[in-house]
């Protein structure tokens, strides 16, 4: 049973549109992740959230931004994509400190 | 930055223990180790944590140096199925997971 879902899987976008990417849990956990993950990269933090509480990593284009309207869903707005932006975005959940990650599949973005 | 270093690649014979080492020469008394591991195109799966004692699951053994400043990850009996990017994280700060480059894995036959 998936408990982090990404939808969707694979999102084509043009230059310079607006996309919103979801994600959706159903651990009821706190802790909500974007990670940015280029080809052949490591997962890049983006930002986090505990609870409503938001947490920008300090090198996150502001370009960048999210949602969590509630503790089951999050949403990662990229506000004029550009060709770099093109990469699997991962969300993750953790239930607090010291509480092991779990992953959904990615969306694998692509900017034309 | 990530707290750990992890060599960039390694490889192992099918059937042989992987022994995947890695330094968090910075870690501090309370925080844990994690390992996970990403196979092409997938999010990344939890495979195993610890915080001073050695642990063991139906994935993997982990043992964890007397000053925590190093571990390793062992794949008993490696498959052709474990070839894949191994990381190895230590929390910066409360709730944060950062990435280093990991260890690309390759189970030859």
């Known amino acids: 049973d998936a408990m982090v879902i990404q939808n969707p899987r694979y999102q084509v976008t043009q230059f310079g549109k607006p996309v919103t990417l979801s994600c959706s849990q159903t651990l009821n956990h706190n802790v909500m992740y974007w990670y940015q993950q280029k080809s052949s990269q490591a997962p890049k933090l983006l930002f986090h959230y505990y609870d409503k509480d938001f947490n920008n990593e300090a090198d996150t284009p502001d370009n960048f931004q999210s949602r969590r309207p509630n503790t089951s869903f999050c949403f990662l707005d990229i506000r004029s994509p550009g060709l770099g932006d093109a990469a699997m975005y991962l969300c993750?959940?953790?239930?607090?400190?010291?509480?092991?990650?779990?992953f959904g599949s990615g969306t694998q973005l692509s900017v034309l | 930055d990530a707290k750990t270093t992890q060599p960039t690649s390694m490889d192992c014979a099918e059937g042989r223990a992987a022994n995947l080492p890695c330094n968090h020469s910075t870690i501090s008394g309370n925080e844990y180790v994690y390992w996970y591991r990403q196979i092409h195109s997938q999010g990344p799966q939890y495979i195993i944590h610890g915080l001073k004692n050695n642990e063991t699951n139906e994935m993997a053994s982990l043992i964890i140096t007397e000053d925590r400043k190093s571990s390793t990850l062992i794949l008993p009996h490696a498959t052709l199925r474990d070839t894949a990017v191994y990381y190895c994280?230590?929390?910066?700060?409360?709730?944060?997971?950062?990435f280093g480059t990991g260890t690309r894995l390759k189970v030859l036959a």
């Open positions: 994280i230590v929390p910066t700060g409360t709730y944060k997971y950062i």
């Open positions: 993750a959940t953790s239930g607090g400190s010291n509480e092991k990650l779990f």
